[in-house]
């Protein structure tokens, strides 16, 4: 019998808990439960889950303060499930160190995806490993080569400017999530910027007008409305078999 993934639901209303808990189950995954920030934190150091589902709206304290007090010394995968549906509220999620966020209500098989995105990528530390061992990423057609900095798209050589090379090696060093405009403006221009997110859409319109058969339908580069930017992974391209 293979090892189940644990995951750790942090909800305080219980019809919500006892679903998450009955989807999650039978899919494969062992489940255990907290309905306050303060047993999150004790479940989370004393089981060490591979996952953790996190309400924001918890009874004692803020869920993003459950957040901050992992990434002090986890980077356990964290799926944000909230009734917060504003993009500030996301933004702050993803800014504490939030791998992902879903918007109540949801359906039970994009929770299930967005659980599968956040393991693989807490098995492989995101593409960065394979950045690590080669120099390069390849998403479908598109390679970034970062110790020459040259990009490519089917082989053809893609002419960027400094700042979009720069936004571009980022995004591809965390492929699959979102990065929001402040994390971008903040890497690239130093953390005493203050947000312009103008700069950063002129760049990125300029960016997908290069890497992009059809800017207005990105393939490499999406739009997360309000929030920031994400790189397509490899496995989201068409063409490439599931391992
Ligand atoms: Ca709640």
Request: aromatic share 4%; with cysteine; net charge negative.
């Amino acid at each position: 019998m293979p090892l189940k993934d644990k995951v750790l639901i942090v909800e305080d209303d219980t019809g919500i808990c006892n679903v998450l808990t009955a989807v999650l189950s039978t899919s494969g995954y062992e489940t255990i439960t907290a309905a306050t920030a303060r047993e999150a934190d004790t479940l989370i150091r004393s089981h060490c889950p591979d996952l953790v589902l996190l309400d924001l709206g918890l009874p004692d304290r803020d869920g993003l303060e459950v957040i901050r007090a992992v990434r002090g010394w986890s980077g356990m995968p964290i799926v944000v499930v909230s009734a917060r549906s504003q993009e500030a509220d996301k933004v702050a999620a993803l800014d504490a160190g939030a791998d992902d966020y879903i918007v109540k209500p949801f359906g039970a098989e994009e929770l299930l995806a967005r659980i599968r995105t956040a393991l693989r990528h807490a098995r492989s530390a995101g593409a960065s490993s394979d950045i690590a061992r080669t120099g390069m990423l390849r998403v479908g057609g598109l390679a970034i080569d970062y110790d020459r900095r040259q990009v490519t798209v089917d082989g053809a050589p893609v002419h960027l400017t400094p700042n979009e090379f720069k936004i571009l090696a980022l995004l591809g060093r965390n492929t699959g999530r979102v990065l929001t405009y402040d994390a971008i403006i903040r890497e690239l221009w130093g953390p005493g910027t203050q947000g312009d997110n103008q700069i950063l859409r002129v760049n990125m319109a300029n960016i997908r007008r290069k890497i992009e058969q059809n800017p207005a339908e990105p393939r490499y580069v999406f739009t997360e409305a309000g929030v920031g930017y994400r790189m397509a992974e490899e496995k989201e391209q068409p063409g490439t078999p599931e391992p």
